[in-house]
């Protein structure tokens, strides 16, 4: 039988699937691919000559098909570098989300092990509001995960022109509602919003209505950022 994720986490993570994904351009707009160094003592990551502060999410053994969260790397335990990936562990306690309070997950039973390790990576990295994480291939069986700690590096701002791409790129993330993708966006944007069967309606900063309507299952079937005004993102 496929291995899934509990409820918990699949909640939290729709949750902040649209913000996640417009975090993740953020760190891809700032660190293309390419060559890379860490030095996990420093917490430093450097690629294409930038040099940026981060903590070490996690690890992913591809022979093994396990996750070690980096608070429990016996090499790491207590360290600077492994801090950022502790307070994700609180975030799984605060919010009942198993997957991320035992130190490791084992992956094997599910349906593309692979995938399953960048969304924990994924859900790591929106717990801590992070401007999106790193995933690089640290030898022919590990990869490791990075996430920003600098900064220099901040969060991406609501931006009502490229709301469209992220709430329908987070709804496809999961696939379990798009509701709920879309009252996640708002709400770690900041924004309040109102509720009907068929939309959900949001007053965006600097002027202009938000409204993300609905088919009759549950998809997404329009989105209107409405008039804006110049400057408001």
Known sequence: MTVAFSDEFLHAAEYHAAWGVQQLEVIDRAFPAGPWTADLDQCRYESGGRNLRVGLLGSYDLAEQTWLWGWANPGLGGSAVAAASARVAEFGRRH???????EGVSLAGFADPRRAAEALAFLGMASLGAPGYIGQEAGP???????P???????APLDPVAMPRHLLTGAQLFGRSPRLVVKGWFALHGLTVQEAADRITASLPGGGTAVVAFDSAGRISGIDAGPVSAGAH
């Open 96 to 102: 009942g989300i198993v997957e991320l309070q035992q």
């Open 141 to 147: 069986q590990t990869r490791v995960y990075f996430v």
């Open 149 to 155: 700690q600098d900064p220099e590096l901040r969060p």
